[in-house]
Each structure stands twice: as C-alpha cells, then as structure tokens.
C-alpha cells in the first residue's frame, strides 16, 4: 500500500530519526511528535514537520485526528530497563498510558498503519533457550518489559474492536549511529565506542558473558519500511537469532578504536537477563526481511560515526 502521510513518536530519538530518513527518502511527508526528554533536535531531518510535544499531552488526540496520517510509527518510550525498575509507575505511563493515547487516537483518525516498536530482549526470562519466536508466551521480569507488553495487547484491543490495522515489531538490541549514551547493554556499542574514542576506561559489568542479540539499525529501518508497505498484521521478532557476548564486543571495539584497554569488571546488575537472542524466520518469510549488515560491519560503521561526530555532541 503507498502511503503518502506519515507520523514518528521519538522521530528525534536513535531510531526514530533513522525511520523519518527513510520515509523522506520515499518522498513521504512526516510529522514528528517528541517531547526531546532523550531525543535531539540535531537528529530531526529538516523536511520533517517537528511538534515538540509529550504523548501524554492533553491535546494529542486532538492532533492526530487534525493530522490524519496515514501511517504511525510509534517510537516514543521510556527506554531505560533499570529506571523502570526504579519507577514503574513513571515508566507505565510512557510506555503503556503513552502507547494507548497514541493507538486510540490513531484508530478515531482512520490511521491505515499502526507500527509499534516493542522490545524482543524484554520479553523473556533466562528460564526459556533462545532464540525466541513469536509463539512463545512473554514472560517480562522487569517493568519496561511489562510496559511494551501491555501496550501490545492494547493494540490487539484497538485492532478488534476499533478496527486498527497494527504490526507489532519487537526489537532484539539495536545500534548504530546516533545511539545517545543511556543505561543497560542497548546502549553498550554505543558507550564502549564513545568511552573509547574519549580515552576513558570502559567498565564491563559482571562476568562480561552476558549475550543478547545485536541488530544494526539500517536493518531494523528495513523492517519498519516493510511492515508499512506489506499487508500484514501482528508480531515480528527482528534480530540476528545470534548471541553476541560483552567481553567479545569488548575486544572488538578496542581494536577498531585502536584503544589498547584491558577488561574491567564492576558489579553485575540485578534483574538483567543472562542470555537474549530472537528467532525472526516469521519477518523472513511474511515481511521478506533479514538482516543483512553483518556485526563486524556495522561495528565499524558505528565507530567511524562516532569518531567523525564526537566533536560535534
Ligand atoms: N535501542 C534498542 O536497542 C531498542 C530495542 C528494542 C526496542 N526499542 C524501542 O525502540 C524505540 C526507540 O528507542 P531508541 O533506542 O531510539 O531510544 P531513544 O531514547 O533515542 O528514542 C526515544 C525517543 O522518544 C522520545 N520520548 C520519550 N518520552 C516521550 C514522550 N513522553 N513523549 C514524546 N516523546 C518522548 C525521546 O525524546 C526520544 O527521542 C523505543 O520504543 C524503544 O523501547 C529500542
């Protein structure tokens, strides 16, 4: 389906700024909504229609339904596990009270796609072997997990009863350019290459052999692109299906910063999972999606954006 309208929540954020990209790039007009609280106006794409403006604001609904974009992409969240931990009220209400604004107002505006961006390494325990699929039960131990989950089954609500059609696409862990420095191993490309490239010591938390799933953010975009054209409705795991540990991203990213660090452990963090990897053969053969940029190569891609960008943050 071409779709001509196109509206980002957390366009100014990491990926949301990378999926309003793309949608420029297919001539689609877009509209960001972004209360900047992570986000950066640096990462807004000039062509884009910018309303700085929280989910949760009162007049949301109002305009969306002024907007009518034929498309959503909801980004916007509180991605941060362990201050959902800290805060799970703060956290519910971005993440579930956000999401459901969002869909209910998409749904009374006639909103053809619904595009939610979920979490795949939020969504199990180390009770379950990955990598996971989409048919096994969720099974979230920390809020943020709780949160995207809650949200997902809003949306399954907006789509039976207010006919909203949605794809769902829950994340393994994402990096590339643009990661801001934020908590837990989402970001740890992102810190490691930037600690790093500054000359500072990076900490390795625990043993270093915890594993998750790292997915380059051009494949994730890919994916967003796809669940918008295809026909399609529901859940999409999108990762690697690969388990990559701390301690080898480590040895990687000291090398190709040229660092000549030795491994520092801290403590371990409660409550983080040991082991996270997502098994997307249903993206492979209902959206036609894989991805494609290997580690290595997007591990280079990553520094080298952070070296010719650390002047300018
Ligand atoms: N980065 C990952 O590895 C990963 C993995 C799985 C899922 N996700 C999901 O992808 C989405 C984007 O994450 P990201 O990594 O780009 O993080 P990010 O923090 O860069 O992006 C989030 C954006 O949302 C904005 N935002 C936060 N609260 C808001 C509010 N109340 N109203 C309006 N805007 C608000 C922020 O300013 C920011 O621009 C999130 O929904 C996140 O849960 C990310």
Not at 61 to 71: S, T
Not at 225 to 237: I, N, S, W, Y
Not at 273 to 280: E, F, K, N, T
Request: charged residues 20%; hydrophobic residues 40%; positive net charge.
């Amino acid at each position: 389906m071409k779709h001509k309208t196109a509206l980002v929540t957390g366009g100014a954020g990491f990926i949301g700024s990378h999926v309003v990209d793309a949608l420029i790039k297919r001539r689609i007009k877009v509209y960001v909504i972004d209360d900047l609280s992570t986000g950066k106006k640096a990462n807004l794409n000039p062509n884009a229609t910018f309303f700085k403006m929280s989910v949760l604001h009162p007049g949301l609904m109002r305009l969306v339904e002024k907007l009518k974009p034929d498309v959503v992409f909801h980004l916007a969240a509180q991605i941060d596990v362990r201050c959902s931990v800290e805060d799970p009220p703060g956290d519910a209400e971005i993440n579930v009270m956000g999401t459901l604004r969002m869909a209910h107002a998409s749904a009374k505006a006639g909103v053809k796609k619904f595009i939610f961006t979920s979490s795949g390494g939020a969504m199990f325990s180390d009770d379950i072997r990955p990598p996971y699929s989409e048919s096994l039960s969720a099974d979230p131990i920390a809020p943020y997990g709780i949160a995207k989950r809650a949200a997902e089954m809003y949306l399954a609500f907006e789509h039976r009863i207010h006919g909203l059609p949605y794809v769902v696409l829950r994340l393994a862990n994402v990096y590339g350019p643009r990661q801001a420095l934020s908590g837990g191993y989402a970001g740890v490309i992102s810190k490691f290459s930037q600690t790093m490239l500054a000359g500072k010591q990076c900490m390795i938390t625990g043993t270093g052999r915890q594993t998750r799933d790292y997915v380059y953010v051009g494949d994730v975009v890919r994916a967003q692109m796809l669940a918008m054209e295809k026909g399609v409705t529901g859940l999409f795991h999108i990762g690697t299906g690969v388990q990559t540990n701390v301690n080898h991203l480590f040895k990687k990213i000291n090398a190709l910063t040229g660092s000549k660090q030795k491994e520092t452990h801290v403590v371990a963090c409660q409550g983080e999972v040991m082991r996270s990897a997502l098994d997307a053969r249903k993206a492979g053969k209902e959206l036609g999606w894989k991805a494609e940029v290997p580690l290595d190569d997007g591990l280079r891609r990553t520094v080298e954006w952070f070296a010719k960008h650390a002047s300018k943050k």
